[in-house]
């Protein structure tokens, strides 16, 4: 039987598509959360027939309450796996012990975490970024490591450029991944994600 997924969105949602749209990824979406009730991939997910609800902190009285919220909704769709697909909010380390979380990250980690890796790495001057994926542990953009893919740092490149660039690899990076883990070709060993054959 495939895995069970439950997605984790709080934008746009492209990556959640390219998931939704990957035609081999050995496990089924059985539910989509955002964090906030505009993100797009709500409507991503609706339009393919796949349950979507948003758990807003705002509607909570604070941070363990909508966290609390935020993992019945979870976890009444049973995941095997939770991925963090542009979830822009820190989940507490009971949280992520709860599940296996996997994260998708716009740059080559450890260099630029956080929530603004695309405009850090340009200030930085780097000539080269890409994007990670990557399991979750307590610390922010910093679990084990499933893969990573480099991407040119363009001289005339904005924010908004340079992502972009990063997001088209991403759209193909974690769909790979999930689909290593729900054949379960992944090993973790410490910080050392091994490829099973
Ligand atoms: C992605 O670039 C991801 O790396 C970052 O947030 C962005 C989400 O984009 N964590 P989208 O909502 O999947 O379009």
Known sequence: MGKQLVVLVSGSGSNLQA??????????IGRVVADRPD??????????GVEAVSVAPGDHPDRPAWEATLGEAVAEAAPDLVVLAGFMRILSPAFV????LMNVHPSLL???????AVTDALRWGVKVSGCTVHFVDEEVDHGPIVAQEAVPV????????L???IQAVEHRLLPHCVALYCRDRLSIDG????ILP
């Not at 998931?19 to 089924?28: K, P, R, V």
């Not at 993100?39 to 393919?48: E, P, Q, V």
């Open 110 to 116: 450890p260099a630029f975490p956080g929530a603004r």
């Open 154 to 161: 363009h001289d005339e490149d904005t924010p908004e450029t």
């Open 191 to 194: 910080r050392h994600v091994r």
């Open 19 to 28: 998931l939704l749209d990957h035609d081999e990824l050995g496990g089924a």
């Open 163 to 165: 992502h972009a660039r």
């Open 39 to 48: 993100a797009g991939g709500l409507d991503r997910a609706r339009s393919r």
């Open 97 to 100: 012990h709860r599940w296996p």
